[in-house]
């Protein structure tokens, strides 16, 4: 399983482009993401997923999100490497 940080630029900034968190961990888990967390409204999440290529889950992050409020936010994802023992 491989970790993954998600930050999302230009979310629930200014009253515009609303995003709540708890539709945002809906939107995750139907994608097939595990163990996800957020941190308050920033838009930053804490996940899992089998799939390894950042690219890929961001863009579909970003299309599930445009198809359900016709806004796509910029989503920077980060990989968590386990440490080797």
């Known amino acids: 399983m491989n970790t993954f940080i998600a930050l999302f630029r230009g979310i629930n900034v200014g009253g ?3 995003l709540p ?3 945002l961990v809906e ?3 139907r ?3 595990e163990k996800i967390e957020t941190y308050i409204q920033s838009g930053n999440v804490v996940f899992e997923s089998e799939e390894n290529n950042a690219s890929t889950i961001a863009q579909k ?3 599930a ?3 359900k409020y016709n806004f796509a936010p910029q989503v920077i994802l980060l ?3 386990p440490k080797n023992n």
């Open 16 to 18: 515009r482009n609303k």
């Open 61 to 63: 992050v970003q299309d």
């Open 65 to 67: 999100i445009k198809e």
């Open 21 to 23: 968190m708890r539709e």
């Open 27 to 29: 939107i995750l888990d």
């Open 79 to 81: 990989s968590i490497y």
């Open 31 to 33: 994608l097939g993401l």
